[in-house]
C-alpha cells in the first residue's frame, strides 16, 4: 500500500530494513555527529567564537562610559558632523553605540593588537557588520556586549547596520581604521 | 442536527470527498492562492527595488511592501493551504467525516478577518515593522491582533483535525495504521499547536505592549520567544512539505514507503527536536551562552537533520523503488530517465526536494553553526536560504499537488496544460538561481531588509565590490523569472478553477457514508518482507545512493569551505 493508503500490513514495524535506507542512516548519523563536535571543537582550537559576556544596564550608564573614552582618546574629528575619531590604548576596552540611525564614536585600532570592544544600542534592534570581514553580531538595547576582537590588517573598514531599523536604516554606516601600532 | 455524511468518489482517482470537507478544503485554498497572488505582486516591487540597476521604490514603499510580502507568503498564503493539506490528510485519506465541519468554517472566517486586519494595518503605512515585528519598533494595534486571531483561527483548525482522527477511529473507516502521509500531517500538526502557542505568548504581551497596557518588552525575550513561533512554523511547512513529497510519489508512482518504520521516526525526530530551532536566530545575540547556542542550534546534536537527510533518501527511493519494479531496473538512473518529467506533478515535486536539500538544507546547517552564523548573521544569505526551503521547498511542493487537486477536487480539467508543463521549471528553477545569488551576495557582506546598498544619504558609505552589484542584479532578474513562474501558476490555477471545463461524471451523486465506498481493506496477514529482486549489488535503489552520496560530498566540502573562511576573519572572543 502507498504512502496514502494505510499500510498492508499491521506490523509494519517488523519489515526489516533495505540496505539502503540502513546504510544512509548509519552515513548521515556519523556525519551529524562531526558537525555536532565541530562547534566545541571550535571553541577549543578556534580563534573565532563569540564571547557570551554580556551585561544588562541602562542607555544612560552605557552612554557615559562611551563618553568616558571618547573625552579620554580622541585624536581628530570626521566629517561635517565632527563624530570624533578615537584611538584607545591597546588592550583597552572600547564602546561603539549603535543607535538611530548612526554609530558612534569612530574607532581607530592598530593592527595586532587585542581590544575588548563593546557594543550596545541605545534605543530599538541595530546590527554590527564588519565589512569586507563579513563579522555580523546583533546589538540589543540594553544589553551590553564585550567581545575581544584583534584586528589583522591594517585599512580602512565598514561598520554597517543590518538589522532593519526604519525609514533611514540604509544611511546607518561608519567607518573603522585600522592602523599599524605606533613606534614607541 | 444530523451530520452531514455524504461522500463523493473522485471516478478518476478513487479518493473520497466528504461533501462538507470538499468544501473546506476548497476554500482553504483559494484562500491561499489570492494571499499567494498578492505575495506575488509584492515579490515583484521588492524585487525591482533591490536590483540596484533598478531601484523602482522609494523607502518607505519598499518597507511596506517587503513586510507585507513577508506577512503573505510565509503565514497567510501557506498556512491557508496547509489547512487544506490537513483536512484532505484526515478526511479523505481516512475516508473519514470531517468533524464539526461548523467550527472549521469559524476557524476559516477568523483566518480571513486576522488575514485582512494584519494587511490593512500594513497597507495602512504604519506597521512596516517587518515579517519579525521585533521589538522596540512597534506597530499599530491592528497588525499584532489580526496576527492573533489568525493563529486562534489556524490553531482551531489544527483541532478540527486531530478530532477528525478520532472520528476515523471510533467509526473505523480505517484499518490499522493512519497512511504515512496522515501520519505526516500529524506531525505539522503538533508542531503547529506548540508552534502557535509561542506564538500566543509573546504577541498576546506585544498587542498589549502596543496599546499601552505593557510598559516594556525585553528585545532579547522577544526574540527568543518569537522564534519559536517564527522558526517552528517553517518546521510545519517542512513536516507539511515532505508528506506532500510522500503524496505526489504515491500518486504519481504507486509508490510504496521503503518502510514505514523509517520515515515515521523520521516524523517523529522531527516532533521531538525541530522545536529547538528558535536558537539558530540568536547565534550572534548577547546574553545567551554557548552551551545553549550549541545544543539548541544543533536540535540536540542535528537529530532533526538527520531526520530530513532520511526522508531526502526514502522519497526518491520509494520512487526509484516503484520505478525498477514496472521494469525500469538498468542501471543506476533508467529509473530517473524514464520519470514522467513532463508532468508538473512530478517534476514540481522533485525539483522541490532537490532544491530543498541542496540549496536550502545545506545553507540551513552552515547559518545554524554557532561560528560560522558570524559570517553570515542578517546579510541577505538568509533569505537566500529560506526562499530555497519555504518557496522550493514548500511553496513549490504545493503547486505541484495543486495539479493533482484541481482535477479530483475542484472536477476541473486543467487549462492551459502545456503552459503547466513548464511551470515547474520556470518557477522553481528561477527560484534556485534566485536564492543562489542572493547567497552570493550574502557571502560578500550585503545585508538583508536594506532599501539601498549603494548607501544613498549616508555620510560614511560603505562601499560594495561589483561582484555584489552583479549578484544582485542576477538574483533580481531571476527572481522576475520566478515571478513570471508564479504568474503562470495563478493563471492556471484560477483559470481552471473558475473558467476549466468541467468534468462530468454520469450518474454521479453523493451518497450517505458507506454506500458506494471501496470497503477497507483487510489487514493481510503476510510476513513482512524486504523487497524483490531489483536494484544493484543489494541495494534496492542504488540511483537514490548514489544521489545521496553527491548530496553528502557537496555538503561536507561546502561545510569546510565556510570553516575555512571563517578561519581567515579577524579573531575574537
Known amino acids: ?184 | 442536527m444530523a451530520v452531514n455524511r455524504n461522500f463523493r468518489t473522485c471516478p478518476s482517482t478513487g479518493l473520497v470527498y466528504h461533501e462538507p470537507a470538499e468544501k473546506l478544503i476548497r476554500w482553504n485554498a483559494v484562500a491561499g492562492v489570492v494571499s499567494l497572488l498578492v505575495g506575488g505582486v509584492l515579490a515583484l516591487l521588492v524585487t525591482l527595488t533591490r536590483w540596484p540597476a533598478v531601484k523602482l521604490l522609494p523607502p518607505d514603499w519598499f518597507y511596506l511592501a517587503l513586510t507585507a510580502h513577508g506577512l503573505d507568503m510565509l503565514v497567510f498564503w501557506i498556512i491557508f493551504f496547509e489547512i487544506a493539506v490537513l483536512y484532505f490528510a484526515a478526511s479523505t485519506l481516512l475516508k473519514c467525516r470531517l468533524a464539526t465541519p461548523k467550527v472549521a468554517w469559524a476557524a476559516f472566517w477568523l483566518m480571513i478577518v486576522g488575514a485582512l486586519m494584519n494587511n490593512f494595518a500594513v497597507f495602512k503605512g504604519d506597521s512596516s515593522v517587518m515579517f519579525t515585528s521585533y521589538v522596540p519598533m512597534g506597530a499599530h494595534p491592528l497588525f499584532y491582533l489580526g496576527l492573533i486571531l489568525f493563529a486562534v483561527g489556524a490553531l482551531i483548525a489544527v483541532f478540527v483535525f486531530f478530532g477528525t482522527l478520532v472520528v476515523g477511529k471510533a467509526e473505523k473507516t480505517y484499518n490499522g495504521s493512519v497512511p504515512l502521509v496522515t501520519f505526516g500531517a500529524i506531525t505539522a500538526a503538533i508542531i503547529a499547536t506548540f508552534t502557535i502557542a509561542a506564538g500566543a505568548i509573546i504577541l498576546i504581551p506585544t498587542f498589549l505592549w502596543s496599546v499601552g497596557l505593557v510598559s516594556h518588552i525585553d528585545s532579547l525575550m522577544y526574540r527568543t520567544v518569537w522564534w519559536g513561533f517564527g522558526h517552528s512554523s517553517q518546521q510545519i511547512n517542512v513536516a507539511a512539505h515532505v508528506s506532500v513529497w510522500y503524496a505526489i510519489a504515491a500518486i504519481v508512482f504507486g509508490a510504496k514507503p521503503m518502510s514505514e518504520k523509517v520515515s515515521r521516526m523520521a516524523f517523529v525526530l522531527y516532533i521531538l527536536f525541530l522545536q529547538l530551532a528558535s536558537a539558530h536566530h540568536l547565534l550572534a545575540d548577547p546574553g545567551l551562552t554557548s552551551n545553549w547556542k550549541i545544543f539548541n542550534t544543533s536540535y540536540a546534536m542535528y537529530l532533526a537533520v538527520l531526520a530530513s537527510m532520511v526522508h531526502g533518501l526514502t522519497v526518491p527511493g520509494a520512487i526509484e523503488v516503484a520505478q525498477r519494479e514496472k521494469g525500469f531496473n538498468k542501471g543506476f538512473f533508467e529509473w530517473l530517465r524514464k520519470a514522467p518529467w513532463g508532468n508538473p506533478c512530478f517534476s514540481g515535486m522533485f525539483i522541490s526536494l532537490v532544491g530543498f536539500g541542496f540549496l536550502g538544507g545545506i545553507s540551513g546547517v552552515m547559518m545554524g553553526t554557532e561560528q560560522l552564523n558570524l559570517i553570515i548573521h542578517n546579510t541577505i544569505y538568509v533569505p537566500g536560504h529560506f526562499h530555497a526551503t519555504v518557496v522550493v521547498g514548500t511553496t513549490l511542493a504545493f503547486m505541484a499537488l495543486t495539479y493533482f487537486l484541481i482535477p479530483t477536487l475542484f472536477r476541473r480539467e486543467l487549462m492551459f496544460p502545456g503552459m503547466a508543463k513548464w511551470q515547474p521549471y520556470v518557477y522553481g528553477l528561477g527560484m534556485c538561481a534566485f536564492s543562489v545569488f542572493m547567497m552570493g551576495a550574502g557571502t560578500l557582506g550585503v545585508p538583508r531588509r536594506h532599501w539601498d546598498m549603494a548607501f544613498s544619504g549616508a555620510i560614511l558609505p560603505h562601499e560594495f565590490p561589483g561582484t555584489a552589484y552583479l549578484m544582485m542584479g542576477i538574483m533580481a532578474v531571476s527572481g522576475i523569472a520566478a515571478v513570471v513562474g508564479g504568474a503562470m501558476y495563478l493563471l492556471i490555477t484560477v483559470g481552471s478553477v473558475f473558467f476549466g471545463r468541467k468534468i462530468e461524471t454520469p450518474g454521479f451523486k453523493r451518497v450517505p457514508v458507506r454506500e458506494g465506498m471501496a470497503p477497507p481493506p483487510a489487514p493481510v496477514a503476510v510476513a513482512p518482507a524486504g523487497h524483490g529482486a531489483i536494484g544493484l549489488g543489494g541495494f534496492v535503489a542504488p540511483g537514490t545512493f548514489v544521489l545521496a552520496m553527491i548530496f553528502l560530498v557537496s555538503f561536507v566540502l561546502y561545510y569546510f569551505v565556510n570553516w575555512k573562511y571563517l578561519s581567515t576573519v579577524w579573531p575574537m572572543n
Open chain 1, 1 to 184: 500500500m502507498t504512502a496514502i493508503h494505510s499500510p498492508a500490513q499491521r506490523v509494519w514495524w517488523k519489515q526489516p530494513l533495505d540496505r539502503v535506507e540502513g546504510t544512509w542512516i548509519v552515513i548521515a548519523f556519523v556525519w551529524c555527529l562531526v558537525m555536532f563536535f565541530m562547534m566545541p571543537y571550535w571553541h577549543i582550537y578556534g580563534k573565532q567564537n563569540l564571547s557570551n559576556e554580556a551585561y544588562r544596564t541602562t542607555p544612560e550608564a552605557y552612554v557615559a562610559k562611551t563618553q568616558a573614552m571618547v573625552d579620554k582618546y580622541t585624536v581628530r574629528t570626521a566629517t561635517e558632523q565632527n563624530i570624533p575619531v578615537v584611538h584607545p590604548v591597546p588592550g583597552s576596552d572600547v564602546y561603539l553605540i549603535a543607535r538611530l540611525w548612526n554609530f558612534w564614536p569612530i574607532l581607530e585600532l592598530e593592527e595586532g593588537q587585542t581590544y575588548k570592544l563593546h557594543i550596545m544600542s541605545t534605543d530599538w534592534l541595530h546590527g554590527f557588520s564588519l565589512q569586507p570581514e563579513n563579522i555580523n553580531v546583533q546589538i540589543h538595547p540594553g544589553y551590553e556586549h564585550v567581545m575581544t576582537i584583534t584586528p589583522t590588517k591594517e585599512g580602512t573598514y565598514s561598520i554597517i547596520c543590518n538589522e532593519y531599523c526604519g525609514i533611514n536604516h540604509h544611511t546607518m554606516a561608519s567607518k573603522l581604521y585600522v592602523v599599524k601600532p605606533k613606534k614607541s
